[in-house]
């Protein structure tokens, strides 16, 4: 029964000749939009390979000089985007793709896209997850808002509740029906533009790319499920078909357009982002003063003693290693809680704010979807910041093997703190700092993070049913 | 069969039906006979569950329609004055819908030979019945009901618009439903018909039954003369009237 509805709904759909417009510009969007996905993919990834090359060549081939310069010199770290970003670009455009790291500082990522847009840029990339996050809603709306309130226009609907059908079966029926179409349209583009990712993509390892690609396309089902029963609800509910389709363009604007926005403002209002000016002077003032309020100068000589005794030593004299690199390594160990407050507090903020936003996303299906997605392609805030920490910790060690190293090659020019700067190293020995590589958290971290966002999802789909079962429940063919 | 107990709606201020008593038994095709607004509509939606009742009870077959809805309505096929189709679809694919939505399934040449005993033409069977004249549809509308096989049938002046030869077609498959023990319930203006077709009629006036007749016992001439009576007298007639047969 539930399916002979389907099976009509979905030829009545198909037949129609407005399904052919709707369906073609669907079709044509989210190609368009997947194909500038791919091209944009494998242009980055091409340039991500080959620069990381080049920064790790330029490294390794840095002349010979002394090693503390050559942690001065420094090196880049670029971020490496999973397979899935071809689909979902996310916060890639401002977050930046590529991050110095150099001795005695510790630095933001650079190369944001959309610094080099212009206002247009504004309104988001064109990507799969944008066309499906707000044009698969009003595919729904278009093909779904005359489910229950055109057939009460026309008349048909008298005879099908003639004939002995329940409300609820009709409703599964024309769910399952106009889910298909969807489906259909929008699953064989996203598998066209997946297919031809994996065939002539460029070859990229991912962490669990399988689990993930499901769980997106499984949140993005019931994101179109909400949209659906959300549809079938209001047709069923309301007067005519115009009215339905009033109502539904309306809720589709509210999600797709003002909630969003509204998350974004108001999490910004709650938990204010720094602003970066004085923040990068505090944090420079910061690492004058001293974590502590005791300057790094005479902090190392406070220190001195119990530092030197470490060695086994009492005086510089003593020191089985160069006391000026030995200092250097402490200075950079001084600022390490003044990077981690300050940096911590702009990264809390932003933090702060994107679960702001989740907690909003119970207003408006679309907020819990996008958080997801992002985070699933691996292209959210949580993995920028993963990469960022990959970066630091790989800064550090990349100081402490060049000073160490220093410290021990220069041993013999122990005569004060500038002694050993006139040490000149093979530039061979850089290759003690292994080039730089992005293991991103596993999946595991993501799901914990996001499982609100999941409930969300679950909550909206729940309470769409909910409605649509109420709304159908109360169907009537004439006025009572 | 269709049995209307004390039957009672009213919509707001206004009593569309006034306690109606009427019986239609397996092989009566019943014709009710009365101006717009007299109840006979209200009387079929009441029948059908698509509204419910202020007072009394409908029972198809026993069942009361407002406890048992789906499952009277298994028992009742509904002929409406426009039978509305989807327009996309074809004359075979909305007899096989609205038959799967009544719970039965047939193969393609039994809905072929359902069409046929209608008298649609052979061509119009695969072509999408937006195409239709109201006569075509209405044929459809019958095949819709045949192939539910229903105990009983609801007509809300199926024939209204029809050309006297397709009208003249529909009475024959009216009595050869008749013929095969449905009770029918047919709202119509049309007295010839009704006396022609008809073995019974009953004529309602502002929400009552005022009279009913055995087609048998009356001429045309009389059901024209009763008829017009009641609509000229004032209501102490008819309510005087009311339930007298």
């Known amino acids: 029964m539930i399916a002979s509805i389907a099976r009509k709904e979905f030829s009545e759909i198909v037949r129609d000749g407005r399904f052919k417009w709707t369906a073609g510009i669907m079709a044509l969007l989210l190609l368009t939009a997947l194909a500038a996905g791919y091209q944009k993919y494998s242009a980055y990834m091409d340039i991500q390979r080959m620069s990381q090359d080049q920064t790790n060549a330029q490294w390794l081939n840095q002349g010979d000089k002394n090693p503390h310069a050559g942690a001065h010199y420094g090196n880049y770290a670029f971020k490496p985007a999973g397979p899935l970003a071809f689909f979902d670009n996310g916060i890639n455009n401002y977050a930046g793709t590529a991050l110095f790291m150099e001795a005695h500082k510790q630095n933001f990522a650079i190369g944001r896209p959309a610094t080099d847009q212009s206002s247009i840029g504004r309104f988001g990339d064109l990507s799969g997850a944008m066309i499906l996050q707000l044009l698969m809603p009003l595919l729904i709306i278009f093909l779904g808002f005359t489910a229950f309130s055109g057939e009460r226009e026309s008349g048909t609907l008298r005879q099908v509740l003639s004939m002995g059908v329940s409300n609820r079966q009709l409703l599964w029926g024309k769910a399952l029906g106009i889910g298909g179409v969807v489906l259909l349209i929008v699953g064989l583009c996203v598998l066209a533009g997946g297919l031809a990712l994996s065939l002539t993509g460029p070859s990229t390892e991912s962490e669990s790319l399988g689990a993930r690609a499901t769980l997106m396309a499984l949140s993005y089902v019931l994101y179109g499920g909400i949209f659906l029963f959300l549809t079938l609800a209001v047709s069923a509910w309301a007067k005519n078909a115009r009215t339905a389709l009033m109502v539904l363009i309306g809720f589709w604007a509210f999600a797709g357009f003002l909630a969003p926005k509204a998350a974004v403002e108001i999490s910004k209002a709650i938990h204010p982002t720094p602003a970066f000016g004085k923040w990068m002077a505090d944090m420079r003032s910061h690492q004058m003063r001293g974590f502590d309020g005791v300057p790094p100068f005479v902090r190392f000589e406070q220190e001195s003693r119990e530092i030197f005794a470490e060695y086994g030593a009492e005086s510089i004299a003593e020191l089985p290693v160069y006391v000026g690199a030995l200092r250097l390594q402490k200075f950079e160990e001084y600022d390490f809680p003044v990077f981690e407050q300050h940096y911590g507090q702009l990264r809390d903020s932003y933090t702060n704010q994107r679960r702001l936003q989740d907690r909003i996303g119970i207003v408006a299906p679309t907020l819990p979807l996008r958080s997801l997605s992002m985070a699933l392609a691996g292209t959210d805030l949580i993995r920028h910041v993963n990469f960022a920490d990959a970066a630091e910790a790989y800064r550090r060690d990349m100081v402490l093997k060049v000073n160490n190293y220093l410290g021990e090659a220069a041993a013999s020019l122990n005569t004060g703190y500038g002694g050993g700067n006139v040490l000149i190293a093979d530039e061979a020995i850089f290759a003690m700092v292994p080039p730089f590589r992005f293991d991103s958290r596993g999946l595991q971290a993501t799901l914990a993070e996001h499982a609100g966002n999941f409930i969300a999802l679950m909550l909206w789909l729940a309470a769409a049913l909910g409605l649509a079962l109420w709304s159908v429940q109360r169907l009537k063919v004439e006025e009572d | ?245």
């Open chain 2, 1 to 245: 069969m269709l049995q209307a107990t004390k039957l009672t709606k009213n919509y707001g201020d206004i009593e569309a039906l006034k306690g109606l008593d009427m019986t239609v038994e397996g092989g009566d095709i019943y014709c009710l006979l009365g101006a717009n607004g007299a109840g006979k509509t209200t009387t079929i939606s009441l029948f059908l569950n698509f509204i419910r009742p202020d007072g009394g009870t409908a029972t198809v077959c026993g069942l009361d329609v407002a406890e048992q809805p789906l499952e009277t309505k298994k028992l009742l096929a509904y002929i409406p004055e426009q039978v509305m189709l989807y327009g996309n679809l074809t004359a075979l694919e909305n007899l096989r819908y609205f038959s799967q939505l009544g719970g039965h399934d047939y193969s393609q040449d039994e809905y072929r030979d359902f069409l046929r005993r209608v008298g649609l033409e052979e061509e119009a069977v695969d072509r999408r019945v937006k195409t239709y004249s109201k006569g075509m549809r209405q044929k459809v509308g019958v095949a819709i009901a045949l192939a539910k096989q229903a105990r009983a049938l609801l007509l809300d002046e199926p024939t209204a618009g029809l050309d006297p030869k397709a009208s003249n077609e529909f009475s024959e498959l009216l009595l050869n439903l008749k013929s095969h023990g449905a009770a029918i319930l047919m709202a119509t203006h049309d007295l010839f018909r009704a006396k022609e077709t008809g073995t019974r009629i009953g004529i309602m006036k502002e929400g009552r039954l005022v009279d009913e007749l055995s087609t048998g016992e009356v001429t045309h001439a009389d059901v024209e003369k009763i008829y017009l009576q009641h609509m000229h007298a004032g209501g102490h007639y008819a309510q005087d009237g009311a339930g007298s047969a």
